[in-house]
């Protein structure tokens, strides 16, 4: 318990708590003085709320500084990993608060342990984001999914991107927190789409949909600590930041999918994005004028039948010609897939196509040599030695000074002839070389093995004209009509998607029933651990930790059932069972990748959360706020400008829309107020730009580069999603301040 008074003491005001709580009374009644609170054992903590010199630009400048030191070590030349420098931003974080503002240390230490717990969602999310893909590729429901999704776009890349499009906005809905980048960049990587233009698209993508994230969290709950906001004025939010978003995502999406295609491909088809972006974006709109929770899940949903709908039929929805795949640089055949997993149907068929490469290549010599070392003579142009460790040929010729190994010049290759141009000269001299046969004649052997044994080719030679289409007719089986069982097996094949998207609506949607079940905290037992805090555990599987150091209300939890994590594995588990005749790799195999590839992301997502409490925790002590309230009072009416950046950044270092709205929802709501302007378009504008912070959010980064398996410097990733982010902020102020905003 705690009892607060102010003490005076050279113009400086404490704050003191007592730590025995059976002299409460006796201690209120005697600390008249620092002194006498010193005496009678109470923790005494300075009330400042301003650097030392209470410059209002020193407190900015210290209080973002962690943030900016974070941005210039992550996006220079050659940055950091995350996995030292948010950690290390954390630690500068620590020494502002309480070197600095001089910040209640234990406070401090205990949002270290409270960032430290929080991470464990995150990271729990993007575990079972990659078990469930890892899941459906080693069962090969994934693989399956994406021919059926090949077959309806007929590989076109602006019907699959539409596709997405829609089903990470139905997943931002039912449930947010990063889930849709964790479902939906593996998916656009596995329609054979490269994984760096993969994991930005869907981080824009994301974008227009998390104001309704996870049934409306980021406003019921974001805001919920407003008092003075009712109903209507959620409803209003909800109606405004849905004029805002939607006129965006008509005006800037052609603009986004320039990430991944051509402009010239955009421009033919520009009647089916806009019909496309129509189909989702207008349900979401017409929803939020009613509904501040269903907007983003509802819209999604629609827009997959409508998507789908104009697709089949072809409306707007021109056909590729070899003039379009020319302008594919990713893409050799349309309608190949990709794949993000290390066991996949797809790594089988290009290690067969190597192993066909280099048998061809060893077939192609016209003069056979026997094993051992054998003279080659009387051949005139550049001999090519095959290296077998990266599929190239080197080009040895002789100089003035004798014959001598050229390894810099190494010649490209064509298709199908592989032609060789060389110096005309050198092509012109007579060779003499001994060469030794004997090592790649095995290391030969052994890839045709390899290809034989994963079923390249038959009877001792090699399939030279094997497809990826080949490929995966011999894993999934050929493709069945309607009349012998396409319903039953589609059904089958696609409910790890289905089955997590039911589920993840089954509990979210308040009114089902579940979400209270699978969430409630009663009854729990207890244990308590001395002044670290009290160990609750309920009967829901909810775990908690309350009163961290002994801080009322700093508390954390864990809803093990409720989470994606659980529903994520569950689905992975029943699809391992109802795929158990067939599987590329056991569940143990899984298990172990997903384990390897968190290593690294774990240290990052410690360090962020972290990062994350030390800024926000404090009340009107903590960083945010204080940065916050000085920027309000320095812009004035200009602060309708950064009010959308603010939120951005909330989004950019918590990972969360909610958790933006909960840190700058009340500074928004203060401006609002002293520059006389509506408060509900001042949160608007907040909601928006947390939004729009999900392209820059590191938490969402990390996650889709872990789950994609995408080896590539965060930096390179948020400097190309934030000219995306700043044009719907800034495109989003325009609208409100054309619509909203009367001063």
């Known amino acids: 318990q705690y009892n607060t008074m102010n003490i005076s003491q050279s113009q400086d005001d404490f704050s003191y708590s007592c730590q025995d709580p059976t002299s409460v009374e006796a201690c209120a009644a005697t600390c008249v003085g620092l002194e006498a609170c010193q005496a009678c054992s109470c923790a005494v903590i300075p009330l400042q709320v301003q650097g030392p010199w209470d410059v209002d630009a020193l407190d900015v400048l210290f209080g973002l500084l962690p943030i900016l030191l974070l941005i210039i070590v992550t996006i220079k030349p050659n940055p950091w990993a995350t996995s030292f420098s948010l950690p290390f931003a954390a630690f500068c974080m620590f020494l502002v608060r309480t070197m600095y503002l001089a910040g209640d240390p234990l406070l401090a230490s205990a949002c270290v342990i409270l960032g430290l717990l929080e991470a464990l969602t995150p990271l729990s999310i993007i575990a079972g984001a990659m078990m469930l893909f890892e899941t459906m590729e080693a069962t090969y429901c994934l693989p399956y999914m994406m021919r059926e999704m090949k077959i309806l776009t007929n590989g076109h890349p602006i019907a699959e991107c ?356 699978l969430t409630d905290q009663e009854p729990n037992f207890e244990i308590h651990f001395g002044t670290f805090g009290v160990f609750r555990l309920s009967a829901s599987v909810v775990f908690q930790l309350k009163n961290i150091l002994m801080y009322p209300n700093l508390s954390w939890k864990y809803e093990l059932i409720y989470l994606p994590f659980f529903l994520f594995s569950f689905i992975s588990f029943l699809t391992f069972g109802l795929f158990r005749n067939k599987l590329k790799a056991s569940p143990k195999q899984v298990v172990g990748v997903v384990t390897e590839r968190l290593k690294n992301p774990a240290m990052a997502l410690f360090g962020a959360l972290v990062l994350v409490q030390l800024l926000i925790r404090g009340g009107t002590s903590s960083p945010a706020f204080v940065v916050g309230t000085i920027l309000a009072d320095w812009f004035q009416e200009g602060f309708v400008v950064i009010s959308p950046l603010l939120g951005a950044l909330g989004s950019f270092f918590s990972g969360s829309t909610t958790v933006s709205n909960l840190t700058f929802g009340d500074i928004q709501a203060i401006a609002a107020e002293s520059i006389g302007v509506s408060t509900t378009a001042m949160l608007s504008l907040q909601a928006v730009g947390a939004s729009a912070g999900n392209g820059i959010c590191l938490n969402n980064i990390i996650a889709a580069c872990t789950v994609v398996n995408l080896q590539v410097g965060e930096g390179k990733i948020l400097a190309r999603t934030a000219r995306y982010v700043f044009a719907l902020t800034t495109f989003a102020t325009a609208i409100m301040l054309a619509l909203y905003f009367r001063f």
């Open 162 to 517: 539409m596709l997405i499009f829609s089903f990470a906005t139905m997943v931002e809905g039912a449930s947010g927190f990063g889930t849709p980048v964790a479902l939906g960049a593996p998916m656009l990587v596995s329609t054979g789409n490269p994984k760096l233009e993969s994991v930005v698209l869907l981080l824009v993508f994301n974008t227009f949909a998390t104001v309704w994230g996870a049934v409306g969290t980021p406003i019921w709950f974001g805001f919920g600590g407003l008092d003075q906001l009712t109903e209507e004025d959620y409803m209003d939010i909800s109606s405004k930041a849905g004029v805002a978003i939607s006129l965006g995502c008509l005006v800037l999406l052609p603009w986004v999918l320039t990430i991944l295609l051509p402009w010239r491909l955009i421009r033919k088809n520009l009647l089916f994005i806009y019909l496309a972006i129509l189909g989702t974006m207008g349900p979401m709109l017409g929803v939020s004028f009613v509904s501040y929770e269903f907007p983003s899940l509802l819209g999604g949903l629609v827009g997959i039948s409508i998507t789908a709908m104009l697709i089949r039929c072809k409306i707007g929805l021109k056909e590729l010609t070899n003039g379009d795949l020319e302008l594919l640089d990713h893409c050799d055949n349309p309608m190949d897939i990709g794949s993000v997993c290390e066991r996949s149907v797809v790594d089988d068929h290009e290690r067969s196509t190597a192993a066909s490469v280099a048998s061809r290549r060893r077939r192609r010599n016209p003069k056979t040599l026997s094993k051992g070392q054998s003279t080659v003579s009387d051949l005139t142009g550049p001999q090519y030695i095959y290296d077998t460790a990266d599929y190239r040929y080197h080009n040895h010729t002789n100089d003035d000074k004798g014959m001598e190994d050229d390894d810099d010049d190494d010649v490209e290759l064509g298709n199908d002839d592989d032609e060789v141009v060389g110096d005309s000269d050198n092509n012109k001299r007579e060779l003499e070389r001994k060469v030794t046969f004997s090592e790649t004649d095995e290391i030969f052997s052994d890839s045709e093995a390899e290809f034989q044994a994963i079923g390249g080719g038959g009877g001792g030679g090699v399939n030279h004209n094997k497809s990826q289409q080949d490929t995966l007719e011999e894993a999934l089986g050929p493709r069945k009509g309607w009349g012998q069982g396409f319903l039953r097996e589609i059904v089958a094949r696609t409910f790890p998607v289905w089955g997590v998207v039911v589920l993840l609506i089954l509990t979210r949607i308040e009114q089902i029933g579940l979400k209270q079940i």
